[in-house]
């Protein structure tokens, strides 16, 4: 009996799937997938590290060869039941093995409307649904032809082929479009595959969202919806800030998840996931681009269960094996059980922290579920937030009560917005008085106070009714409207 089944990538949240091929009795094993030396096969090196430290049973892994026909020979004498494309960089080779071992997915044929932003809009083009406006340029003089031939001013430059939204300039008129064009074409390879293309595309203003889909036999099945949470940072860079997920949908939320499913089709996706992001603006939905895979953010499977019911690794893994689950899931009417967030961290600049209140913050939240922070105990300096694998820290959030968890992700997104030193800072979490003569014995001691451990016992206090005297003296908090409001932030939490 076959009684392996193969992730092409284990990582972010496609390792997941690792748990969810154990629990059904099969044994899963490990393909990681071949990238050149460079920036991109740095990060997910230290993402393989990560992962791989909880696992905590005997696990089989296997490196892609640079020659095909090795790798191919390598999983034929595994024999293995499925092949399943895990995180983005496995992909092509997912799709290829499937496709040669004669497994359920996607034809091969179709990779590149499964990969290739370009490809992605020409079959909208000629399914007759919404696309956007692009062009593969290679040269500076194909950046100026396009904006002569549309009169486009605002546009968005990015690698045909990619990922983490690295290398993603959205850029006004000719001189912003050459210096990202001139900084990417200089730039050190960061994509999958070894030549460099970029697609040139005009820009869409609306709300984005994430449509997560599973397919068999060509018809696509909603998993989930997301609302995108991003901000441009002062040196230009898209970043992520968070994503909530979406469990009522809105007229225009149903329109969007309709057009989802019919672009789906039209990529010729017949069996396997698509995480597709979407915009919608005064004209409606249309398609960013379709990535062939789980989603991302390395949701853990117990938040996601928490939210909807199930998680999207489970779906995707039962469907592959069973057409007649994927039929059954497909009936299912779309009603998560409670309202989550996914919160993503920056650092504006480079900028040295000795301690982080964000850890007692997060332990204080009702709706805190689990992630990850960069604080005092793991590094001393962050550095600038130009992509998703440079963020600062993710976690997850959910509660019974949609009021809760939406408030406390506002006051995150406000706290990080105007008072990030809350979160991390090299500088006392208080401003002294600006007449030193009334800094006393213990207003210097606040001062001096750890962050971490000073924010740990304000919020004990408050938890406890805020009895007897404050932990911050009051001529502390009087020296500057800036330390109320601190006060403020934190008993709001609590």
């Not at 004669?102 to 499964?114: E, H, K, S, V």
């Not at 340029?137 to 990922?163: M, N, P, Q, Y």
């Not at 332990?363 to 300096?381: C, I, P, Q």
Request: a negative charge; one cysteine or more.
């Amino acid at each position: 009996m076959k009684n392996k089944i193969v992730v092409a990538e284990a990582t972010s949240t496609a390792f997941n799937y690792l748990e969810d091929i154990r629990a059904i009795g099969y044994e899963p094993v490990i393909l990681e997938a071949y990238l050149p030396d460079g920036y991109l096969k740095k990060m997910l090196d230290e993402e393989r590290r990560i992962k791989y430290s909880h696992i905590k049973y005997p696990i089989t892994i296997l490196k892609e060869d640079p020659d095909y026909a090795v790798t191919l020979r390598m999983i034929r004498e595994l024999d293995p039941l499925l092949v399943i494309a895990g995180a983005e960089p496995g992909v092509v080779i997912g799709t290829h093995l499937a496709d040669d071992l004669g497994m359920t997915g996607t034809p091969y044929a179709n990779i590149a409307n499964m990969t290739q932003k370009s490809a992605m809009h020409q079959c909208l083009k000629k399914a007759g649904l919404r696309y956007i406006r692009g062009a593969e340029v290679k040269s500076w003089e194909d950046c100026l032809k396009f904006l002569e031939e549309t009169g486009i001013e605002d546009v968005v430059l990015k690698h045909d082929r990619g990922a983490f939204s690295v290398g993603v300039h959205l850029v006004h008129g000719r001189d912003e479009l050459k210096a990202a064009f001139e900084e990417e074409r200089s730039a050190a390879n960061i994509t999958f595959v070894t030549d460099t293309r970029f697609l040139l595309q005009e820009r869409i203003f609306g709300t984005e969202y994430i449509v997560n889909t599973i397919s068999r036999e060509g018809i696509p099945a909603l998993t989930s919806v997301f609302k995108y949470y991003k901000k441009r940072t002062p040196s230009g860079a898209i970043i992520y800030r968070g994503d909530g997920s979406v469990n009522d949908p809105t007229n225009e939320e149903k329109e969007l998840i309709d057009y989802a499913l019919k672009a789906v089709c039209a990529l010729g996706i017949t069996d396997g996931p698509v995480h597709g992001e979407y915009m919608i603006d005064k004209n409606g939905p249309v398609l960013i681009e379709a990535n062939c895979r789980v989603m991302g953010s390395s949701a853990p499977s117990g938040f996601l269960d928490k939210v909807f019911g199930y998680h999207e690794t489970e779906v995707i893994l039962n469907s592959m094996l069973d057409k007649e689950y994927h039929r059954k899931f497909l009936q299912r009417p779309y009603k998560p059980l409670r309202k989550g967030y996914v919160k993503d961290f920056s650092a504006s600049c480079d900028q040295p922290i000795s301690s982080s209140g964000i850890v007692p913050i997060l332990l204080g939240m009702k709706s805190f579920y689990s992630g990850w922070v960069e604080n005092a105990g793991r590094t001393d300096m962050l550095h600038e937030t130009v992509d998703l694998e440079t963020e600062t820290g993710c976690i997850y959030m959910v509660h019974d009560d949609p009021e809760v968890v939406e408030r406390e992700f506002e006051m995150l997104m406000y706290i990080e917005d105007n008072y990030p030193k809350l979160f991390q800072s090299d500088e006392p979490l208080f401003l002294p008085p600006e007449d030193a003569s009334r800094i006393t014995p213990e207003i210097e001691s606040v001062l001096n106070e750890d962050t971490e451990v000073l924010i740990s016992r304000i919020m004990s206090w408050y938890k406890a009714g805020a009895q007897g005297e404050s932990v911050v003296p009051e001529a502390l908090l009087e020296a500057s409207p800036y330390n109320r409001r601190i006060m403020e932030l934190l008993r709001s939490f609590c």
